[in-house]
């Protein structure tokens, strides 16, 4: 991501494959970001994301993309939740890549939206 107006670089916001067994198999598409902490705030992150969603469902095809986070991360989780993307508890896990040193990073919670909520969230929103 970089800034309209000149171009420099303030972050990223992307989607990738993922493969976390047995939390989230392999083939899991996710949306991830980050993003310099002087630019949090004000909106380029919904902004990135609500176009990759839009791209993922619409001209990749995916049925679903998911989001995660430690619980504590809740500039993230405010995120996925204004996305539309729904917590979904039974989902939640503990991260197999932290390590046993940073156990305050272990435990995170999982965010999901299917092309089917995106087609509602619009029909509502046209409504």
């Known amino acids: 991501m970089a800034l309209k107006a000149d171009d420099r670089p303030i972050g990223f916001c992307g989607l990738a494959y ?32 609500r176009d990759l969603l839009r791209y993922g469902f619409e001209e ?17 989780t405010a995120v996925m939740a204004r996305l539309g993307m729904y917590r979904d508890p039974a989902r939640d896990f503990n991260h197999p890549r932290i390590p046993a040193d940073k156990p305050q990073l272990v435990r995170h919670v ?17 409504a």
């Open 18 to 49: 993922t493969d976390l067994d047995p939390y989230l198999p392999k083939g899991t598409v996710e949306i991830g970001w980050r993003l310099a902490h002087p630019f949090w705030g004000k909106g380029y992150i919904s902004e990135a994301a």
């Open 60 to 76: 990749k095809g995916l049925c679903e993309i998911v989001s995660f986070a430690i619980p504590e991360n809740t500039r993230s």
């Open 110 to 126: 999982l965010y999901a939206m299917t092309r089917a909520d995106l087609q509602a969230q619009r029909a509502k929103a046209g």
